[in-house]
C-alpha cells in the first residue's frame, strides 16, 4: 500500500525494513522487535523475511536489493513485502549513503510511505565521513540516525512509526532529485586499509585462504574430534549408555520396544550418542568458526580471490557465498542461492553443493576419518578428488545450460573485528536449529532401520548390495546400511562409516574409499526437498540419480587406485 492515510486510523500497520544489502537492516529488525534475524558483514546475508508481531503491527526485515527492479529471487521477496507495506523504514549505510540513497529514490518516486534511517553512524565518524544532513532534511521525508547494534535510535524510530504525523504523500520527487545530487557531489570515499591488500594479494591472500583451512582442520579434525569428541563419547559409554539400556530392558524386557530405544540403532543409545556426543561438538566448532569469518567482513574478501575459479565454473563471486554456507549444511547454500542474478547460476550452484560440498557434520567425521589414516598424501587427494569433480561438473554445466552468466559486482564491506555478541548468538541459533532438525528425523530413521535389522531386511540387502559394496567398492558388506542411512541423511551415514571403521578395523584404502563415496553421496531428504521447490523436481531427481552413480563409480576407482 503506498502513501498510507487510512493506516493512522487503522493504527496497525505492516512496517518494512528494506534498503540495500549489508546495511543493517537485520540488526535494525533485531533491536526493534528483540528476535533475532541473523547478521553477517556481508552483502546477501537475508535471503529471506524475518517478521515480528510489534505493538504497532507487524515489522518486516527483507533481503537487501540495490534497485527496485533487480531481477534476483530476494527482490522478488523484498517486492512482494514492500506491495503491501504501509511504511517503509529505508535503512541506508552512512558510509556509502550516496549509493544507498538511490534506492530511496526510487522508493519516494514510487510513493512509499518512507522513513529514512542511516544507520552505522559510529562508523561514518570512525572513518571520518561528514554527512550534510541540512540538505538530506530537504528530501522532505523523517531522518533518523541510529547505531542499530548499540540499540541506539530505537525509541525514536518507534515514536515516529507511532506518530500521527507520518504519512507524507506527494512528495516533491523533483527537489528530492536535486537534493539527492547534491548529495552525490559530496563523496567522502572510504580509504581501503593496509589488511586488504593483504587479504586481496594474489600470493599473501591465497596464504590467509590456505592457512584459515588448516587452522580449521587442526581445530576440528584434531582439537574437536580428536579430544573433545573422544572425551564425550567415553564419557557417555561408560555413564549413560549403560544406564540407560538397563532400564529401559528391566522395563519392556528384551523386544522390539527396547531395541528401538536402546538396541544398536537405538534412539536413546544410537541417535543421542551420534547427536551429542559427536555432531553437536563438530557443529559449534565450525559454526563459531563461520560466525567469526562472517562478522569480520572476510568473506567477500574471499570472493574476489576465488572469482577466477568460479567463473570458471560458470558462476561469478556472489557464488561464494551459497558454497561456503553449504559446507555448513547443504539446505542453507542451497537457499542461499537466491542471492544469484540467473536460473543457470542457481543451477550449477545448487548442483555443486549437492555433488561436492560436504556438511559441518560430515566434515568433522572426515576430518577424523583422515586424521586417523595420518597421511598428508590422503588429504592432498581427497581435496584434489573433490575440486577435480566440483571443476568438471561445473564446466559441463557451463557449457551445456542455457542462459549467461552476470557481473560480479559484490561491495568491500569494511573489516571489522567480529562481536562475540553476534557471534555468540548466531551459532547459537544455528545450533538449536540443527538440534531440532536431527532429533526427529534421525530418531524416525532409526526407527526404521531397527525394524529392518529385527525383521532380517538389512542382511537381505546387505545381500543384494554385497556385489557393489564388497566387489566393487571393496568394503565390508556392513557398508551397506551407509547406503541405507545416506538416503535420509549423510551426516548419519558418516557416523555408520565411522562405526565401521572401528568395528572392522579398516584399512587405509577402506577408509579412504568410504570418505570419498559418503563426500559425493546423494544429498539428504530435506536437501533434495529444497532443491525441488526452489528449482524444481526434475533437477532434484536428476541430481539424487547422479549423485548417487557418481559416488559408488569414483569410489570403485578410489578403491583400485590408493
Ligand atoms: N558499527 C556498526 N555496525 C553495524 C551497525 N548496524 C549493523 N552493523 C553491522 O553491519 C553488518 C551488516 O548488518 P546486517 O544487519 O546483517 O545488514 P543487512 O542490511 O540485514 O544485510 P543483508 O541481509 O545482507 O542485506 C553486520 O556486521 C553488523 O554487525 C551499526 O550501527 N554500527
Ligand atoms: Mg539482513
Known amino acids: 500500500m503506498r502513501c498510507c492515510k487510512d493506516c493512522l486510523y487503522r493504527r496497525r500497520y505492516k512496517v518494512a525494513l528494506v534498503g540495500n544489502p549489508n546495511v543493517g537492516k537485520s540488526s535494525t529488525f533485531n533491536m526493534l522487535s528483540g528476535k533475532y534475524a541473523e547478521v553477517s558483514n556481508y552483502p546477501g546475508t537475508s535471503i529471506a523475511v524475518a517478521w515480528s508481531k510489534m505493538d504497532f503491527g507487524i515489522l518486516v526485515d527483507t533481503p537487501g536489493i540495490y534497485d527496485l527492479n533487480e531481477q534476483t529471487k530476494v527482490a522478488e521477496i523484498t517486492r512482494k513485502h ?12 552512512a ?32 572513518h571520518g565521513k561528514q554527512i550534510n544532513y541540512a540538505e538530506l532534511e530537504q528530501l522532505g521525508i523523517k531522518i533518523i540516525k541510529t547505531i542499530a547494534t548499540k540499540g541506539i535510535g530505537k525509541d525514536e524510530i518507534i515514536r515516529e512509526i507511532t506518530s500521527d504525523g507520518l504519512a507524507i504523500c506527494g512528495i516533491n520527487t523533483h527537489k528530492a532529485n ?42 576440528l579434525g584434531i582439537f574437536v574430534s580428536g579430544i573433545v569428541v573422544d572425551y564425550l563419547v567415553d564419557l557417555m559409554q561408560q555413564h549413560y549408555v549403560p544406564v540407560v539400556t538397563s532400564t529401559i530392558q528391566n522395563f519392556f524386557g528384551n523386544n522390539l520396544i527396547s531395541d528401538i530405544f536402546v538396541g544398536e540403532f537405538g534412539i536413546l543409545t544410537m541417535v543421542v550418542q551420534s547427536i551429542i556426543g559427536i555432531l553437536l561438538p563438530l557443529i559449534v566448532g565450525f559454526y563459531i568458526i563461520m560466525a567469526f569469518l562472517e562478522d569480520s567482513g572476510y568473506i567477500p574478501r574471499m570472493a574476489i580471490l576465488t572469482k577466477k575459479f568460479f567463473n570458471f565454473l560458470g558462476l561469478n563471486g556472489d557464488a561464494v557465498i551459497p558454497i561456503l554456507l553449504g559446507f555448513g549444511c547443504s539446505v542453507m547454500g542451497t537457499i ?3 542471492i544469484l542474478a540467473t536460473r543457470k547460476e542457481r543451477i550449477i550452484a545448487t548442483s555443486l ?45 557451463n557449457r551445456f545450460l542455457p542462459g549467461a552468466m552476470t557481473k560480479f559486482a559484490m561491495e568491500l564491506p569494511v573489516l571489522r573485528v567480529p562481536s562475540i555478541k553476534n557471534c555468540y548468538k548466531k551459532t547459537l541459533y544455528r545450533v538449536r536449529d540443527f538440534l531440532l532438525e536431527t532429533f526427529p528425523v534421525f530418531s524416525i530413521s532409526s526407527v526404521f532401520i531397527t525394524v529392518l535389522y529385527r525383521y532380517g531386511a538389512l ?90 552413480v557418481l559416488s559408488v563409480f569414483v569410489g570403485g576407482i578410489v578403491s583400485r587406485v590408493f
Not at 82 to 93: C, K, Q, R, S
Not at 191 to 211: C, E, M, Q, Y
Not at 360 to 382: D, E, P, R, T
Open 353 to 397: 553443493i549437492a555433488i561436492a560440498v560436504p556438511c559441518a557434520a560430515q566434515q568433522g567425521i572426515i576430518f577424523s576419518m583422515l586424521a586417523k589414516v595420518n597421511s598428508f598424501g590422503y588429504w592432498l587427494a581427497y581435496i584434489g578428488i573433490i575440486l577435480f569433480l566440483m571443476a568438471v561438473s561445473g564446466i559441463v554445466m
Open 82 to 93: 514492500l506491495e503491501n507495506a504501509d511504511i517503509v523504514i529505508n535503512v541506508v549505510n
Open 336 to 338: 542461499s542461492t537466491r
Open 95 to 126: 558510509l556509502t549513503l550516496e549509493r544507498d540513497l538511490k534506492l530511496t529514490m526510487q522508493l519516494l518516486e514510487e510513493n512509499y510511505n518512507v522513513v529514512l534511517v542511516i544507520n552505522q553512524i559510529d562508523q561514518a565518524e570512525k
Open 459 to 548: 542382511n537381505w540387502l546387505e545381500q543384494k548390495l554385497s556385489w557393489m559394496v564388497e566387489n566393487w567398492l571393496q568394503l565390508p558388506s556392513a557398508f551397506s546400511n551407509v547406503f541405507v542411512m545416506g538416503i535420509v541423511r549423510r551426516d548419519m551415514a558418516s557416523l555408520e562409516v565411522l562405526n565401521i571403521s572401528h568395528n572392522f578395523s579398516a584399512s587405509n584404502t577402506q577408509i579412504f574409499t568410504s570418505v570419498i563415496v559418503i563426500s559425493l553421496f546423494v544429498p539428504c531428504i530435506n536437501a533434495i526437498v529444497v532443491i525441488s521447490k526452489e528449482l524444481g523436481w526434475r533437477l532434484a531427481t536428476f541430481l539424487w540419480g547422479f549423485t548417487f
Open 178 to 219: 536535486v537534493c539527492l545530487s547534491n548529495i552525490s557531489l559530496q563523496r567522502s570515499p572510504v580509504s581501503s586499509s593496509r589488511l586488504d591488500k593483504f587479504f586481496l594479494h594474489p600470493i599473501f591472500g591465497w596464504g590467509a585462504v590456505v592457512f584459515i583451512l588448516y587452522a580449521l582442520f587442526i581445530f
